[in-house]
């Protein structure tokens, strides 16, 4: 069966929700770079969906959707053809992302267990950038003690990859099982969000970012492991943000805290250069 012809000159590439993305750093041009988004399984109360868009003006009708039911083991973006393959990232993006092999969390290599991931998307072309930020610090807690989390910092929830089609020859060719879509230009711009988000996002019963000590392990046990927590100290002044005596008591942040939503409705993606 032929595919699906998409025009357009150029697709972004979301991520939100419990995503692990492993990214081959190697800089650009380099058509042999490979990111893998590995989507977590086991992630009670989220809703998996991936969702194929297109510009009509200030509308990004679907083109076509998938569940977690409808998606293979491995789908993918193939993109030839273009002026720069490979990737290439914005700056200070490793720095905004949660890097569970920096020195700020495990130093060492982290690989991953199949047995938790439930789908990989592979796709081999893009700039990376930050699309949102998580609205509170992340605190991290080292161990398995009692010991008090300790602040991080505010982190990425959503990235994006730009892929640009500029030449007459390029393509990307998205497939999922038996479906295959074409993208070639000219065209209005296109856009492919991966996303596993609470489905109800001020259900705060669950550490989301828990979930993902669930798939990590490593070539040797690390001396301690990593917990993650909720920033208390905001989410307590979201509890009073209509409480006038409570605003004048934190004035720092009674001005940009008060009505906006409840802690980062996704937690951040990690990456790594795993799994190998």
């Not at 419990?18 to 590995?38: G, Y």
């Not at 193939?78 to 495990?106: K, R, W």
């Not at 990307?172 to 492919?192: E, L, T, V, W, Y």
Request: hydrophobic share 35%; charged share 25%.
């Amino acid at each position: 069966m032929p595919p699906t012809e998409v025009s357009t000159s150029s697709i972004e590439v979301v991520f939100k929700g419990l995503i692990v993305l492993t990214i081959d750093r190697r800089p650009r041009p380099d058509p042999a770079a490979q990111c893998a988004v590995h989507l977590l399984d086991f992630a009670p109360g989220h809703t998996l969906k991936v969702s194929i868009q297109q510009s009509r003006g200030k509308e990004w009708p679907e083109i076509k959707s998938y569940g977690e039911d409808d998606l293979s083991r491995f789908f993918s973006l193939d993109v030839t053809d273009v002026g720069n393959p490979g990737f290439e990232f914005e700056a200070n993006f490793f720095s905004q992302v949660v890097d569970l092999e920096s020195s700020s969390f495990y130093d060492k290599r982290v690989n991953l267990k199949p047995i938790g991931i439930c789908s990989t998307f592979l796709f081999n072309n893009g700039r990376f950038r930050v699309a949102d930020m998580s609205l509170d610090r992340l605190f991290i807690k080292r161990g398995s003690g009692s010991g008090m989390p300790q602040p991080f910092r505010r982190v990425a929830t959503v990235v994006a990859a730009d892929i640009a089609l500029e030449r007459a020859e390029s393509q990307a060719i998205f497939a999922n099982g038996g479906d295959r879509f074409r993208f070639k230009q000219p065209g209005p711009p296109c856009r492919i969000v991966i996303s596993q988000s609470p489905a109800n996002p001020n259900d705060h019963s669950t550490r989301h970012a828990e979930l993902y000590n669930n798939v990590v392990a490593f070539d040797e046990p690390p001396e301690d492991k990593i917990h993650y927590h909720p920033d208390e100290e905001s989410s307590h002044a979201r509890e009073h943000e209509h409480d006038p005596e409570h605003d004048r008591d934190h004035p720092e942040k009674a001005a940009d805290e008060r009505f906006i939503p409840p802690h980062a409705l996704c937690f951040p993606p990690f990456l790594g250069e795993g799994p190998r």
